[in-house]
Every structure is written in C-alpha cells, then in structure tokens.
C-alpha cells in the first residue's frame, strides 16, 4: 500500500480520495527536523508552504517517489533536483487563483478607505476622539476609472484582472512571457462577457499606475526596490500576496514614511514565520499571515485536484 504524508494537512474530500483509491493517507504533521527520519516510512508527502522539500531531505529518503504541493508555487521544494531523482512533483495551480484574486481585491477594498488603520484604533480611542478619526479618515478614494497594474499575468493574475474590470478599473498587464490579453468573465446568473486588458511593459506600469499587484515567482533579488519606489506615482498602493522578498521591504518602509507609496497590502514576507518588527507594526501596512489560498472553496478544489494528481502519477 501506497502511504503518504500530508504534512501541511489536505481537505478531507481529497483524502477520502485517496484512500478510496487505496492509499494509506497521515495527516499528522512531523515538524521539519524530524523529516529525515521519518519520512523514510512514507512513500509521498504532500506540503503547502510551511514544509520544505529540499536536496538533503530527498537524499536523506529514499523511497521517496512523489511530492504534492497543495497551492501554486514550489518554492520551498528542490524541484529540478527531485526530478533529477525520479520524483514526481506536482502542483495544483488552478484552485486557488480566485481565492487568492478575492483578498487583492479585498486588501484594496479596505485600504483606500483606511480600513486597516481604523479597525486598529477606533477599539482605543473610538470613544474619545471620534471626530478626530472621522477626520483622519475622511480622504478616500473610489477604484472605478483608476488603474490597476499586474505584474505576472498567469492564472491568479487573469482572476484578478477580471475582478478589476467588473469594478470598472483599467488594467495593465505585464508578464515575462507571452499572453493573451483576452478575458471572459462570468457574471451573476451564468452570463458571459468578453473584455480585454492593455499590455504593458513592467517599466509603464511602475511609472504610471495607481496600484500594483504581483503574481509572479520569487526571483534572485527584489522586483521592487528602491529604484523602482522612486520611479512610481506619489501616492501609489502596492499588493503583495505572491511571494516574500519581491519587494524590498527597507525600501517599502522609507517609501510609505516619505508619502510616495500611500499603502501596502502584504499577505507573505521576507522572514516567514517571523516577519520584521517595523513591517507588523507600520500603520500603513495591512497585513494577513499568507491566508491567499485559505478560503473552504479553495481548499477542497485543492484537495480534489492534488489527490487527482497523486492517483494519476500511481496508477495512471
């Protein structure tokens, strides 16, 4: 029998799957340094983002045949050297592209109407300085007829897209690799409409966009530095519920201290699961603790999708 770890946990409906299909399936959790060791009883683990899967640990097991990842990115595991091995890898980026799409928008909704900042102090000083913070809070903005810029135009980022211009905002969209700039969305009661986003370059977004999201894979050094900070409209808005280390986070601080970034949106970060002290505690920062895909929907079509894959790979 077949035995796999599900180390970060997996939807129930994909488990049943899997032992439907005659897996043996173990979801608890086996904190990292004792992987080495006990892994070896398993003949696949699957992880989210807090497991790594790195060279040492597909050494250290070798009857290791298959690593499942329940969500987009791989970062944290060796891909190419487990391949080398025989190991099959296997993502499942289709299921969370909405959920994740959802808390940009979500993030966006709350920022330019300071959300974030009220929620922390009305509980304070609510009571008496009210009319203070109705002040402090009075300059909102509206997302219609602003432009949003996407820096990665892949599943999550078409969601988003599709998001914006149902909320009526004009979309840039940048990618490294060729796309189509075609879209049909799906409106209430079933009804399909074609629309269309702008291709730019990632130089045009930076300078001339209102906001900016990413969606792309974490890259050798910082996709936003401070160069790129400088280079951007006074007062622009940046999410990121991608990858820690895309932005420069030093660099985002001096930004939204000085005025020219007015808020950022921040679900993963540079030192996770322990962020810095003064990225936690800014006050124009709205953080989540990596939640992107963490919605009941998303989970079970990632459960689904993973145990599909794992079936495939055994007994395809």
């Given amino acids: 029998m077949i035995k796999i770890l599900a180390n970060d946990g997996i939807d129930p409906i994909g488990k049943k799957m899997l032992e ?26 699957t992880v989210r983002s807090a497991t790594k899967v790195r060279k040492t640990l597909i050494d250290a097991c070798p009857n290791l045949k298959l690593i499942g990842r329940g969500g987009v990115g791989v970062d944290n595991i060796d891909v190419d050297y487990a391949r080398e091995k025989g190991i099959g890898v296997y993502n499942t980026p289709a299921s969370s592209s909405l959920s994740v799409a959802e808390l940009v ?12 900042d009220s929620n922390r102090k ?5 009571n008496t300085k009210f009319n203070d913070l109705k002040k402090a809070y009075a300059k909102g903005i509206e997302l219609r007829d602003k432009t949003l810029g996407i820096v990665g135009f892949g599943r999550i980022g078409r969601e ?9 905002m004009n979309v840039l969209a940048y990618d490294l690799y060729p796309f189509s700039p075609e879209l049909e969305l799906t409106l209430g009661g079933g009804l399909k409409v074609n629309a269309s986003v702008k291709t730019a370059t990632l130089d045009e977004i930076i300078k001339t966009a209102d906001f900016i999201t990413l969606h792309t894979p974490f890259v050798d050094k910082a996709l936003i530095g401070a160069e790129e900070l400088a280079q951007m409209k006074k007062g622009v808005g940046l999410v990121n519920i991608s990858r820690g280390g895309l932005i420069d986070e030093l660099a985002l601080i001096d930004a939204l201290n000085s005025g020219q970034v007015s808020f950022a949106a921040l679900d993963v970060f540079d030192n996770e699961p322990t962020p810095r002290e003064e990225i936690i505690k800014h006050p124009k920062i709205s953080l989540t603790p990596h939640i992107g895909a963490a919605t009941n929907e998303a989970q079970e079509r990632i459960g689904v999708e993973l145990a599909s894959l794992i079936i495939g790979h055994f007994k395809g």
Wanted: hydrophobic share 50%; proline share 8%; with cysteine.
């Fill in 122 to 126: 009305m509980p304070v000083e609510g």
């Fill in 20 to 45: 439907d299909a005659g897996f043996f399936v173990d979801t608890n959790n086996i904190p990292q340094d004792e992987l080495p060791v006990k892994l070896q009883e398993y003949d696949a683990i």
């Fill in 105 to 116: 928008f979500a993030q966006l909704f709350g920022c330019v109407r300071f959300l974030p």
């Fill in 160 to 168: 988003v897209a599709k998001i914006a211009i149902g909320v009526g």
